[in-house]
């Protein structure tokens, strides 16, 4: 068996002890004689493992009691949709849009009511976070939207926004779980789980109950009220049920981590190896405002197209495979989710190191 080292944006790499496990149980889940895939989502079985799974991220995020966790499909885009339709009572919502996957989320909203782009970083290829401490938020606004770690483009709000009493949705599909949060701030914290998590094919929507209800725009499907999914447990129909059993998996791995916050310190000693070896390269440099760096997506480039090529392919053949950047930005960006090992991170800087001697203009 031979495993590279994955730094792909996504569907990403995931913690092997919980590949082993799942491995280990493939065929026959604990004497129950069959797969968790085969198995009914109604079963004994089943409901230990979703409620063990909702269980153990109430822990680690220390979810209060009066906020609902949700296991839903159609990926974190379907909640662009879903965000609006639920709680739009007065069709008004202000985004604030630092990169493509918030832009997105603006533009499903225009499609149910009057979305207004509060804030925006597009003006410099969304390389920073605006300031957000005063922004106009509308009176009648029914809540202000952010994507909080924007995977494409490596930058993280440091500070949420200030909005001014309305309630805070945020999509989180990038930096769900790498440090500890304070759920309390947030209206919806929702995510795909396929960023940092488990596999594709599971979002997670943490919502205040309050937001959670009967009136939502006519026209919305059954499968798309948040009501309908809260009041059976993320059990109205078939739920993804193999990706919430690995889900769980990592919630147990993070857990015996030492939590969020030991992740947080891992992750910014894993980040600052090659951010500090970006800031000394004369070759690479990172794209992003260094105040707003995220730590789990580091964009960097060389300049120069054809190099970054070369070092792509040659980075691929050393085992540092999916460091191509995004098809909407170039260069390269290496993905360091929670289940990226230290030793991915110094393996990958000394490897660029070798290409900076080996390539550096005279
Ligand atoms: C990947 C990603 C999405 C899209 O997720 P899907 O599950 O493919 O719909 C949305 N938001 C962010 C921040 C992402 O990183």
């Given at each position: ?73 159609g990926g974190a885009s379907q909640q662009f949709a ?209 105040e707003d760096r995220s730590l789990m997506n580091v ?64």
């Amino acid at each position: 068996m031979s495993r590279v080292y994955n730094f792909s944006a996504g569907p990403a790499v995931l913690p092997e002890e919980v590949l082993q496990e799942a491995a280990d149980e493939m065929l026959d889940y604990r004497g129950t004689g069959m797969s968790v895939m085969e198995m009914s989502h109604r079963s004994k079985a089943y409901d230990t493992i979703i409620k063990e799974a909702e269980a153990d991220l109430r822990e680690l995020m220390n979810i209060p009691d009066n906020y609902k966790v949700l296991f839903l499909q159609g990926g974190a885009s379907q909640q662009f949709a879903m965000i609006p339709m639920n709680l739009m009572k007065n069709k008004v919502a202000d985004y604030i849009v630092t990169g493509q996957w918030a832009k997105k989320a603006y533009q499903e909203a225009c499609i149910y009511g009057k979305a207004n782009k509060i804030a925006s970083s597009e003006d410099k290829t969304f390389s920073y976070i605006p300031d957000c401490s005063d922004l106009p938020i509308s009176d009648d606004a029914d809540y202000v939207y952010i994507c909080e770690n924007n995977t494409i483009y490596g930058t993280k709000f440091k500070t949420l926004p200030n909005t001014k009493g309305k309630p805070l949705v945020a999509d989180v599909s990038s930096c769900f779980l790498s440090e500890p949060v304070d759920v309390t701030k947030y209206g919806v914290i929702y995510g795909g789980v396929q960023k940092n998590i488990g596999p594709a094919g599971v979002v997670i929507v943490i919502i205040r109950e309050d937001l959670i209800t009967e009136d939502v725009l006519p026209g919305t499907p059954t499968m798309l009220r948040y009501k309908i999914h809260a009041d059976n447990g993320s059990l109205y129909n078939t739920p993804p049920a193999y990706g919430i059993y690995i889900c769980g998996k990592v919630f147990k791995w993070l857990k015996k981590r030492g939590g969020l916050e030991a992740m947080k310190e891992y992750n910014e000693k894993k980040a600052k190896i090659l951010y500090d070896y970006l800031d000394e390269s004369k070759l690479f440099h990172g794209t992003v405002r260094k105040e707003d760096r995220s730590l789990m997506n580091v964009p960097f480039v060389t300049g120069d197209e054809e190099l970054d090529a070369k070092f792509v392919k040659e980075a691929t053949a050393a085992g540092f495979v999916n460091l191509k950047g995004h098809r909407t930005v170039g260069g390269m960006r290496a993905s360091i989710y929670n289940a990226m090992p230290i030793e991915g991170v110094e393996k990958l800087v000394e490897f660029m190191k070798a290409f900076e001697a080996a390539n550096m203009p005279v």
